[in-house]
Nanobody
C-alpha cells in the first residue's frame, strides 16, 4: 500500500499549486480521503477531505481558496490551492483510512511573501 503525494513547490503569495495523491495497492473509491498539513512547530491539521460520495469537509482557513476533488478512475485525489498565503507554508500529506491510517510521504509547499 502506497500513497504518493506530489505537486508541492515554491510559489509566491497569491499563486496556485495543485497537489496530487495517487494510491497503489488500495482503491480510493468507496473511502474518504483527506489532505492534512503540518507547519514547523505545529500540529498536523486537516485541510480538506472528500468522501466516497463526494461530500467535502474543509477547514475554515481554506474556504474559497482550496478545493479537493477525486478521480476514481485514476485512483487519485487532488487539492487545488489558489490565493496561497505565506501561512499556508507546510508539508502537505494525504491520508486514507481503510481499517487503519495510510499516509502519503508528504509534499512541501512554501509560499513566499
Amino acid at each position: 500500500v502506497q500513497l504518493q503525494a506530489s505537486g508541492g513547490g515554491l510559489v509566491q503569495a497569491g499563486g496556485s499549486l495543485r497537489l496530487s495523491c495517487a494510491a497503489s495497492g488500495i482503491r480510493f473509491s468507496g473511502n474518504t480521503v483527506g489532505w492534512y498539513r503540518q507547519a514547523p512547530g505545529k500540529q498536523r491539521e486537516l485541510v480538506a477531505s472528500i468522501s466516497s460520495g463526494g461530500r467535502i469537509n474543509d477547514a475554515d482557513f481554506v474556504k474559497g481558496r482550496f478545493s479537493i476533488s477525486r478521480d476514481n478512475a485514476k485512483n487519485t485525489v487532488y487539492l487545488q490551492m489558489n490565493s496561497l498565503k505565506p501561512e499556508d507554508t507546510a508539508v502537505y500529506y494525504c491520508k486514507v483510512v481503510i481499517g487503519r491510517n495510510y499516509w502519503g510521504q508528504g509534499t512541501q509547499v512554501t509560499v513566499s511573501s
